[in-house]
């Protein structure tokens, strides 16, 4: 019996050993883990459909034009909006060159959308601000200027036409 003890034994040992192992790991039946999650909306903006303006009036008329445009982003709530004159720098007026030197004022009028109540006058280089965020894409237009020169204006100048300029829009998130 001597023999047989100490092999059992040992048999024991090594099955307690074993089992005791096999229990750890069948006990652990569901684990967790964590992840921080983190979006960032980088803020972008863009201005669309802005056309070219025309304005040919008739003697005794205002020389007028809207055009309807799209402002669109992301990442802010507000924007502001510049309107100047290239070449003309800050301040100074909205001028169209005609033939020789003589050149030709005009009035920008602003309206973050496409009715409602009077544009804003917009001051060159001046930046039109707390404009409410329509849209995150360009699917409709939701803005619009406007071009003015009164017939007084016009008139007197009117054979030194072609007048010729070009509006500089900016928009920027706020």
């Given amino acids: 019996m001597k023999i047989i003890a100490p092999k059992l034994l040992a048999s024991l040992a090594a099955a307690g050993l074993a089992f005791g192992f096999a229990t750890t790991a069948l006990s652990q039946v569901s684990d967790s883990a964590q992840s921080m999650i983190t979006l960032t909306v980088n803020e972008f903006i863009v201005i669309e459909d802005v056309d070219n303006i ?37 301040g100074s007026p909205f001028l169209l060159q005609g033939m020789g030197s003589t050149t030709l004022g005009y009035q920008v009028n602003f309206l973050n959308a496409t009715s409602g109540p009077a544009p804003t006058a917009a001051m060159p280089g ?42 500089m829009i900016t928009v920027e998130s706020e």
Avoid: H, K, R, Y
Wanted: with cysteine; proline share 8%.
């Fill in 54 to 90: 025309n304005l040919n009036p008739s003697p005794g008329q205002d020389a007028q034009q809207t055009d309807f445009f799209c402002v669109a982003g992301s990442g802010f709530s507000t924007f502001s909006i510049t309107f100047e004159g290239v070449g003309t720098g800050t």
């Fill in 126 to 167: 001046i930046p039109i601000t707390n404009n409410t965020l329509q849209a995150s894409n360009c699917a409709d237009n939701n803005a619009l200027f406007n071009i003015l020169i009164p017939s007084f204006q016009w008139e007197p100048v009117a054979g030194m036409a072609p007048f010729m300029g070009t509006l």
